[in-house]
């Protein structure tokens, strides 16, 4: 796990450097904005709703048809095909017609000869509209009976028995805010028109075949005609998984509306004001224990704000229902989720899903039973942690087949010196008056892969040439997360080659058809996969090929080092694609693999909705001035499993940087809408993401070793979301610092994220 980074490494388990590292440093690595522009491109610029809530009078475009350089102007009548989308629920439009949803809302197109042109004009329009009243806060949506879905409700045991049995019961809420997605690249589409009327569409999207479905139902046209490419995105974290189709659709409808390629290239406030965010939740919870300190039953109740339209908002308050228990036994659950809609951007995907929500209720519910107990919070945590045989069983009744946790939080407790640290956090705040430390050890369990069947699974094109080198294409996308490095070292690892023999092309939805989103943290599960045996069936044809010419058995002939070899005897691997084409075996083959056992159903509550989980912990410790309610993150020391990690450098990364983006999320990140519906922080003069000195002090990460015990590439595991729930233990540390301050007395109502505004406020609540 310590191992330097190989460059020229090949097998699964080098740190090998990321396969556009060089590129990136060098400012080499072309995104869509770079892609050399083809003559005649012309530039496009949205014009949005000033209103989050209303019906349209009247739309005068004058003004900005009349504008010099503008070519055209298009609004929802100019959609030769449907303008009604949606990613589970068709309640979107592409373009605002008749009534406007919230404030940033898309109502018409102009298309210039250049950017700065058809984005002044856009600014010229003239809307007349009849204002409604804007529902911006969730509490006042639900009091209005108004859902973006269907409220769920999931129950397993009897609750109200064992509450009304248990020796305490923790009773409170917490408010837990949302995240911009702030990826570097923002929002970006660049669509050609192709012969015989065809479009080609280069977008940041983390699901080419979504956004080739969409294009093609907005033109009317059949999926054929539409081919969508995408090397790679400067990030995404879910917010380029339904929210970048907005714009390939109002790209490609201008490209085949002018015959004319154009590019849509928002910047970072129309991209704040058009796009999701995480969803913000509020959690009530009434959590019991008995005698021995063990619980006995957990009731929640989820509030969501959805935004204007259904999106992804099902699902993800879903997996927040799934992980509203944490990494704890509960024996009885109930939880009622409502997902309100409101009149903001709709909410949408974002790095852990609902996830890091739920787990966020249920430790504030710990935290709170523990200085109600009078005992260390590490203890309860402890005490109730998921096990073996029953009290390995989750809430919704799988048990978990694999789970390490409770050797897992031991090593870490030992290995970060939690106890010695307790007793010197308490000593440093019995002599200090200004400022107070807080420490947390929280653990964590993620379930892995897509919570619908029908997106477990993937396809990849693998291609061998006669001078020995390799293509390769999946489904996935990269994002900076490393996934086609990953599938290089996984391919070559098959056919025993160097990794830079292996060349991973473009996620192109003409090469690999049906592809599904890059996303849940299963882009190298799926596509890693596909890869693998796409390179197993083509190393088994060579293996034939190898063995008639060297009359030996295949199970005598290996691969290592780029060459092919069978007892005393070998050649370069490349002299064997040449005899394999001249023997007219095909150097080419696709691979497909689906997830095998994913099965739940909903309405029962039962199932399994994952292939596997993954395990972590964290200890956190913090400093805040009580008088100006800074913070600052003083160690943080992580133990997470990656299963057999097929590169350590790049999940290395992956772990610092979730954990970083979970802090941003849970200290400095805060969203705010004026009461009419208008998004106050959207530009990073007032939306506070992590910088370089907000990352802790001492930041220490290691790996637990621990096998998948499920069949995945090579036994390896996600790595993607896992870790930013951990920096749950971040806000944790926090609400043990504010406590101290009264003693630990009472528990301070700290909201989430805890900006030192957060911080002083409950420290008032303490006084």
Known sequence: MTAAI????????????????????????????????TQGTAHAAIGFAPVASGRILALDLSRVRAHPGVLRVLTADDIPGSNLHGIIVRDECLLAHENVSYWGQPLFLVVAETRVAARRAARLAKVETALLPAVVDATAARKKGMEAVPARVASSGDVINALAHASMVSTGCVDI????????????????PAEDGRVVVHCATQHPSEVQQIVARTLGWPLGRVNVQCRRMGGAFGGKESQCYVFAALAALAAAALGRPVKLRPDRDDDFMITGKRHDFRIGWQVAVDDAGR????????????????????????RAVFHATNAYFVP???????????????????RGFGGPQGVLGMEAAMQDLALKLGIDALDLRKRNLLAQGERARLHYGFVLEDNVLPALVDRLEQDCSYRARRQAVEAFNGGSRWIRRGLALVPAVFGVGFGATCLNQAGALVQIYVDGTVSVNHGGTEMGQGLHT??????SHELGLRAGDVFVTATDTAKVPNTVSTAASSGTDLNGMAAFNAARELRQRLTRVAAALWNCTPAEVWFAHGRARCGGRGMAFAELCGHAFAMQVSLSATGYYRVPKVAYDFDAFKGRPFYYYTYGAACSEVSIDLLTGELQVERVDILQDVGRSLNPALDRGQVEGGFVQGMGWLTTEELAWRDDGYLLTHAPQTYKIPTSRDVPTDFRVAFFENENAEDT??????VGEPPLQLAVSVWLAIWDAVASAGGHAKAPALRAPATPEAILDALESIR
């Open 713 to 718: 590439v090579h036994r390896s595991k996600a």
């Open 486 to 491: 990953k599938i290089a070292q996984i391919v």
């Open 177 to 192: 805010g949302g995240q911009e997605h702030f990826y570097l690249e923002g929002q970006i589409a660049y669509a050609l």
């Open 295 to 318: 619980l006995t039953a957990a009731s929640f109740d989820h509030l969501v704000r959805c935004g204007w339209s259904a999106d992804y908002s099902g699902a993800v308050a879903d």
């Open 332 to 350: 009885h659950f109930h939880c009622t989720s409502f997902r309100a809609r409101t009149h903001t951007q709709s909410a949408t995907a974002f």
């Open 6 to 37: 190989d460059a020229a490494g090949s097998r699964v388990g080098d740190a090998r450097a990321h396969d556009s590292a060089h590129m990136h440093v060098a400012g080499l690595a072309p995104y869509t904005d770079d892609l050399p522009e």
